[in-house]
T-cell receptor
Framework: GPKVLQIPSHQIIDMGQMVTLNCDPV?????FYWYKQILGQQMEFLVN????????KSKLFKDQFSVERPDGSYFTLKIQPTALEDSAVYFC?????????????FGEGSKLTVL | GDSVTQKQGQVTLSEDDFLFINCTYS??????LFWYVQYPGQGPQLLLK?????NKGISRGFEATYDKGTTSFHLQKASVQESDSAVYFC???????????FGTGTSLLVDP
């Protein structure tokens, strides 16, 4: 089936450093998302993105977070500076428009460890 | 805002047992309801989807009925297998937006 690729699969950084998580969404999908998962349970919505703009973001999407998809390449989540509470697995997802509304295709996640 | 409640954090069964995972939702609109399944080391993947109230979704032996009266979307399977061990998420998306709201997840462990 359609694949969403995430790079890196695991990143360890020191608190205060910057990190960029990369996502290669399913080709021809138009909507992109980031979710945060802690302890293998709750999937927390961070942000969604369409047509080059953030459509909606949650309270978890702090000022230190930013997303972009320059020139149709990777959809990225940048955290600058990082904090200890940012340690989690971050999942990227994409979805088609129209009747695919709500059916998200997820990557395998990027595990971020902030020391 | 939208919310989804899964009261069971963990369920342990033996093979061929009946599975029932509770899910209730709250929204002001007419949602589309989903069950996603997440296997270890993977992202969630769609298990089944129901767009219309009182309809049932069926996939891979799992089924769930969209009950607008009780605002529930419980997941059932007649006979579980060890390979069904995973985390199951109930979720909804409303008509107005494109945000998928997840429940807290139910971890299913099936002993062989």
């Amino acid at each position: 089936g359609p694949k969403v690729l995430q790079i890196p699969s695991h990143q360890i950084i020191d608190m205060g450093q910057m990190v960029t998580l990369n996502c290669d969404p399913v080709s021809n999908h138009l909507y992109f998302y980031w979710y945060k998962q802690i302890l293998g349970q709750q999937m927390e919505f961070l942000v969604n993105f369409y047509n080059g703009k953030v459509m909606e973001k949650s309270k978890l999407f702090k000022d230190q977070f930013s997303v972009e998809r320059p020139d149709g390449s990777y959809f990225t989540l940048k955290i600058q500076p990082t904090a200890l509470e940012d340690s989690a697995v971050y999942f990227c997802a994409s979805s088609p428009s129209g009747t695919g509304h709500g059916q998200l295709y997820f990557g395998e996640g990027s595990k971020l460890t902030v020391l | 805002g939208d919310s989804v409640t899964q009261k069971q954090g963990q369920v342990t069964l033996s093979e061929d047992d009946f599975l029932f995972i509770n899910c209730t939702y709250s929204t002001t609109t007419y949602p589309t309801l989903f069950w996603y399944v997440q296997y270890p080391g993977q992202g969630p993947q769609l298990l089944l989807k129901v767009t219309t109230a009182n309809n049932k979704g069926i996939s891979r032996g799992f089924e769930a009925t969209y009950d607008k009266g009780t605002t529930s979307f419980h997941l059932q399977k007649a006979s579980v297998q060890e390979s069904d061990s995973a985390v199951y998420f109930c979720a909804l998306v409303d008509l107005a937006g494109y945000k998928l709201t997840f429940g807290t997840g139910t971890s299913l462990l099936v002993d062989p």
